[in-house]
């Protein structure tokens, strides 16, 4: 059975927060799987997101990077950074939490994604234990409302529509304990490759 969404559109636009700042998503769209209620698409920059938790996709020394881990701690302030030294580290396929300072959410949970190397060296089970594990973090310290952005999916290569699938097979399992799981995409295309694959379940 073919299931409908429910897309709520608004104009997208890219600005530029600043000379050196990075690009800001002025508007944002949501896209709701209407079957599951709990697990959305939201278009826009994930710092500006009111959830109890966003999921940081960092590197294992925790110390800050580009992309998306960049972006929060640029929002978050250098108490973020401080905090995470103080974490000192974490492995690949494993997550740990901080509070999220000067941001929205009250709390980051760093996970450190795979390197893409062509797939047979653990990245799939690697990108799953990354929302497992972020889920169990979460879980343990009362987080209701989530949003992850595309583990590894940018500079680490992961082929999106692959981590896609593996991003919504483990939100699915964890959907009845939370009140809301966020796919946060940077571009519409990301959009785009969320869409595909509900659809494919839809015709399944
Ligand atoms: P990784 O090193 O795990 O690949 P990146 O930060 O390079 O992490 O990219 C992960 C994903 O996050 C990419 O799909 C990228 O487009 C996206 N991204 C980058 N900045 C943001 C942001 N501010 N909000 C949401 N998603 C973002």
Redesign the pocket.
């Known amino acids: 059975m073919r299931l409908s969404i429910a897309v709520k559109r608004m104009p997208v636009t890219l600005v530029r927060a600043g000379v050196n700042g ?1 690009p800001r998503i002025s508007h944002s769209f949501e896209v709701t799987f209407k079957y599951r209620p709990m697990i959305r698409l939201i278009l ?4 500006s997101l009111t959830v109890d938790a966003v999921v940081n ?1 960092a ?1 294992t020394s925790l110390l800050g ?5 960049g ?2 701690h640029r929002v978050a302030g250098p108490e973020l950074l401080e905090a995470c030294k103080k974490v000192g580290g974490c492995p690949t396929g494993e997550a740990r939490i901080t509070p999220g300072f000067r941001l929205p959410s009250k709390w980051v949970i760093h996970t450190v ?1 795979p390197v893409w190397r062509g797939g047979e060296h653990d990245e799939a089970m690697l990108l799953e234990s990354c929302y497992r594990q972020s889920f169990e973090v979460a879980l343990a310290n009362g987080v209701r409302s989530i949003a992850f ?10 082929p ?1 529509p692959a981590a896609a699938g593996i991003a919504l097979t483990v939100m699915e399992g964890y959907n009845e304990r939370f009140d809301e799981i966020v796919c ?4 519409e295309q ?1 959009i785009e490759v969320y869409q595909a694959i509900q659809d494919g379940h839809d015709d399944e």
């Open positions: 990075p826009g920059d994930i710092t996709a590197n990077g580009g992309g998306v881990d972006a929060i994604g952005p595309g583990i590894s999916t940018g500079v680490y290569g992961y999106k946060c995409c940077f571009s990301d």
